[in-house]
Nanobody
Framework: QVQLVESGGGLVQAGGSLRLSCGAS????????MGWFRQAPGKEREFVAT????????SYGGSVKGRFTISRDNAKNTVYLQMNSLKPEDTAVYYC???????????????WGQGTQVTVSS
């Protein structure tokens, strides 16, 4: 059983930045692909970014590519999402997820955090 806890969300003005963190416990973190997803009110959960267990491969959703960066520190059992040039449409609950393969589909991730709210004001 893997437990994931997100932190770093909050309220930020459009154009600003936030850095989300996700700490993992209860598993071998370095063996898992990690992903970030988000869900805005009335919308489906959306893929944001993923990173392979070895950190060499990353992928991003089209709406965030060039603005967001996913990274991981296996020594700290932590994955990060650096969010720059934030827009009001980035407002959502952001979820951290872990799985056994590098993937972009929600069904490929077995473990999920509780989510952290990101609100971007205009």
């Amino acid at each position: 059983q893997v437990q994931l806890v997100e932190s770093g969300g909050g309220l930020v003005q459009a154009g600003g930045s936030l850095r989300l963190s996700c700490g993992a416990s209860g598993g071998t973190f370095s063996r898992y692909a990690m992903g970030w997803f988000r869900q805005a009110p009335g919308k489906e959960r959306e893929f944001v970014a993923t990173i392979a267990w070895y950190g060499g491969y990353t992928s991003y959703g089209g709406s965030v590519k060039g603005r967001f960066t996913i990274s991981r520190d296996n020594a700290k059992n932590t994955v990060y999402l650096q969010m720059n040039s934030l827009k009001p449409e980035d407002t959502a609950v952001y979820y951290c997820a872990a799985g056994e393969r590098f993937a972009m589909a929600r069904r490929e991730y077995e473990w999920w955090g509780q989510g952290t709210q990101v609100t971007v004001s205009s």
